[in-house]
């Protein structure tokens, strides 16, 4: 078993733009690709777990979070890094498609990606690190005992302001996931090697 890097998607690889409807409108955060380049070139499995809604929501079909996957996959590829798998949830409990509302296991804070992951790439939770700009980002880390980082992007200062979801208490808050990679996740991944 090994370790995993886990990364929400939305304010952590790519800019928060809400729900999106153009495939132009999804765009990598500067230093991002760096990071996730740096995470492979040390061969520790990059995992994506994102809810992504939108199809629980009647804003489009599930089809279009495989293009916005296409894309970022693309968008990371074109500067030499990449994704090692990617989960999504498409649930919401109160949803206005019935596909896809109701309770489900998937979506966070609820362990359901992280722990399909864990099975499909044998990875190693307690050793892991869940980093995210949301506290159920934080949370689902917390639940399968994974090292967790909240990022200020995306919603991550709204988070520590206490103006959206609700308090949280990371192990780590950083400013970027370069910055995580730079000062937290190098030094713990060379310990772990030494």
């Not at 409108?25 to 809810?51: D, F, K, M, S, W």
Request: glycine share 8%; hydrophobic share 35%.
């Amino acid at each position: 078993m090994r370790p995993a890097v886990f990364l929400d998607r939305d304010g952590t690889v790519n800019i928060e733009a809400g729900y999106i409807h153009e495939l132009e409108n999804l765009n990598l955060i500067p230093g991002a690709a760096e990071a996730i380049r740096a995470l492979n070139q040390q061969h520790i499995p990059v995992v994506l777990v994102t809810n992504q809604s939108g199809p629980a929501r009647g804003y489009y079909p599930e089809s279009w979070v495989h293009q916005l996957h296409e894309r970022l996959v693309n968008l990371l590829t074109a500067e030499g890094a990449h994704l090692d798998k990617i989960y999504y949830c498409p649930h919401l409990p109160d949803g206005s498609v019935a596909e896809y509302s109701g309770p489900c296991e998937c979506r966070k804070p609820e362990p359901g990606m992280l722990l399909a992951a864990a099975r499909d790439l044998d990875l190693d939770l307690g050793k892991s690190f869940m980093i995210g700009d949301k506290a159920t980002d934080v949370e689902v880390g917390q639940r399968v005992g994974a090292h967790t980082i909240l990022l200020t992007s995306g919603y991550g200062q709204q988070v520590l302001d206490g103006t959206y979801q609700h308090p949280v208490k990371p192990d780590y808050i950083c400013d970027s996931l370069q910055e995580a990679w730079q000062n937290i996740m190098r030094a713990y991944f060379n310990q772990l090697s030494a």
